[in-house]
T-cell receptor, first 118, second 116 residues
Framework: AQKVTQAQTEISVVEKEDVTLDCVYETRDTTYYLFWYKQPPSGELVFLIRRNSFDEQNEISGRYSWNFQKSTSSFNFTITASQVVDSAVYFCALSEGSITGANSKLTFGKGITLSVRP | DTEVTQTPKHLVMGMTNKKSLKCEQHMGHRAMYWYKQKAKKPPELMFVYSYEKLSINESVPSRFSPECPNSSLLNLHLHALQPEDSALYLC???????????????FGPGTRLTVL
């Protein structure tokens, strides 16, 4: 069975600080997909990134960067120079690959509430 | 058009009422999902429709009845709900239902349901 652990529950930082959100996953599949979603107070989950298990390249998108390490089963997310608008709940999620398409479930972590203070 | 829309945004209903939630996407996605999310919890999957057919039902009580009239629309019919069913109901869609590329799910803003 697959599992996603986000050990941090709440993080509070002051604007312009860097912050890293941790995500550790468990799966028996060799093909799987990892995701990060942002959920601001408005409620909508916003897709941030997808990574497949064969692509361990780190990714940077503006102030956001992701570090995928299969050796430690981790997919961590760093926000550089945080801003108040980054305040939200961040979910890491995992889905397993399936040739038949039978398994399209997302397993979510419990989420990390990030508060960025001005 | 890269969004999933949901109506209504808020819904208050009594335990004897019948109501429906609506979800729409025009991205040509062939998989659509209903999730239930309680406060301070991650979304919980309820149903998956794949090519307009129900492919996953996560043992959801029959008072929730999904319907997929066409590839762009997804409804959730509600009847005889309980107060503990109060939650944020999220709809999502993805290009493919399978565990392959382009399977990221795009979520709507949700319907906040309160059952009195």
């Amino acid at each position: 069975a697959q599992k996603v652990t986000q050990a941090q529950t709440e993080i509070s930082v002051v604007e312009k600080e860097d912050v890293t959100l941790d995500c550790v996953y468990e799966t028996r599949d060799t093909t799987y997909y990892l995701f990060w979603y942002k959920q601001p107070p408005s409620g909508e989950l916003v897709f941030l990134i997808r990574r497949n298990s064969f692509d361990e390249q780190n990714e940077i998108s503006g102030r956001y960067s992701w570090n995928f390490q299969k050796s430690t089963s981790s997919f961590n997310f760093t926000i550089t120079a945080s801003q108040v608008v980054d305040s939200a709940v961040y979910f890491c999620a995992l889905s397993e690959g399936s040739i038949t398409g039978a398994n399209s479930k997302l397993t979510f972590g419990k989420g990390i509430t990030l508060s960025v203070r001005p | 058009d890269t969004e999933v829309t949901q109506t209504p945004k808020h819904l208050v209903m009594g335990m004897t009422n019948k109501k429906s939630l609506k979800c729409e996407q025009h991205m040509g996605h062939r998989a659509m999902y209903w999730y239930k999310q309680k406060a301070k919890k991650p979304p919980e999957l309820m149903f998956v429709y794949s090519y307009e057919k129900l492919s996953i039902n996560e043992s959801v009580p029959s008072r929730f009845s999904p319907e997929c009239p066409n590839s762009s629309l997804l409804n959730l019919h509600l009847h005889a709900l309980q107060p503990e069913d109060s939650a944020l109901y999220l709809c999502a869609s993805s290009q493919t239902p399978s565990g392959s590329s382009y399977n990221e799910q795009f979520f709507g803003p949700g319907t906040r349901l309160t059952v009195l």
